[in-house]
């Protein structure tokens, strides 16, 4: 099998059961397309991160295929899968794990170009090889003043820090762009502005996005077709537009209370 070019990503029947018996993640297909946001929805404990984890190949699936343009995950041997990995990139739930307490935001921020010389991305051109220059303009994408390069990461809110790994996964121009609970640790009112920030960027960058949440609000909000997540299975899939037709799910009906009132 073999992805067609606008398809980043391509999930066939992948399966992953943990050493204690549990099938996190059973049969899951998916395809993420160029510029698009796939939405994943489910509750707690449905397999949505073991899912992003397989999807970025930290977790080895036990069954099933996994493709990324063109290149296979599943069988890739770890050179392989570094040179993968720069296409796709990750923002989880809690951005001061994400971030090492002990550097400055200036080389957290840095790592992955720093990591990867030979990356030149097109918004960078003009200031890639100026190191100090090129955080301040990421800084800048993510709206956060040029001040923070030489602060730790205990001197920024939640919302700050969130921006920080963001600009970081944008960085090296990926393909796409998994994002697992972004904004599930931060306050209410910082959240809205993290995904307004997200969608703005995902429109100027033309990155594809894998949007995982327990919120459908959030998920509707963010993506352009929706998969929901039941005990490791995909239960129901459809364009954002017929998220209330008749037809859904029985259990994509009982999500929808959050729109409720
Ligand atoms: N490392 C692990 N070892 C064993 N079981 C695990 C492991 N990680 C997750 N699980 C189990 O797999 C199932 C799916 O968990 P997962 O974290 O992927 O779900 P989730 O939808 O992301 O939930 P949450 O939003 O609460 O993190 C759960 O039953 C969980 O207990």
């Known amino acids: 099998m073999s992805t067609a070019g606008l398809e980043v990503l391509v999930s066939k029947n992948i399966t992953k059961q943990y050493s204690s018996g549990q099938i996190a993640v059973d049969q899951v297909s998916l395809v993420i397309k160029k510029d698009e946001c796939l939405g994943i929805v489910g509750e707690s404990g449905s397999g949505k991160s073991t899912l992003a984890r397989c999807l970025l190949a930290l977790e080895k699936v036990d069954q099933g295929e996994i493709w990324f343009k063109n290149k296979a995950l599943h069988t890739a041997s770890k050179e392989d899968l570094r040179s993968i990995r720069r296409g796709v990139q990750a923002v989880f739930q809690n951005p001061a794990a994400s971030l090492n307490p002990k550097l400055k935001i200036i080389d957290s921020l840095m790592e992955p170009l720093d990591f990867q010389k030979i990356i030149q991305p097109a918004f960078l051109i003009g200031t890639r090889h100026q190191r100090e220059k090129t955080a301040e303009h990421l800084l ?14 205990h001197e920024l809110s939640g919302g700050e820090k969130q921006r920080v790994t963001i600009a970081r996964a944008i960085s090296i121009e990926p393909s796409l762009i998994i994002l697992d609970e972004p904004t599930a640790s931060l306050d209410v009112s910082v959240q809205a502005k993290i995904l307004n920030l997200l969608k703005d960027l995902q429109q100027h960058l033309g990155v594809s996005y894998l949007f995982i949440s327990h919120d459908l609000a959030a998920v509707n909000f963010m993506s352009d077709r929706i998969m929901v997540m039941k005990q490791g299975q995909i239960v129901d899939q459809f364009s954002k537009y017929d998220l209330f037709s008749v037809k859904r799910n029985p259990y994509t009906k009982e999500l929808l209370h959050v729109f409720e009132g």
């Open 140 to 153: 800048e994408m993510v709206e956060l003043p040029s001040k923070y390069l030489t602060c730790y990461p």
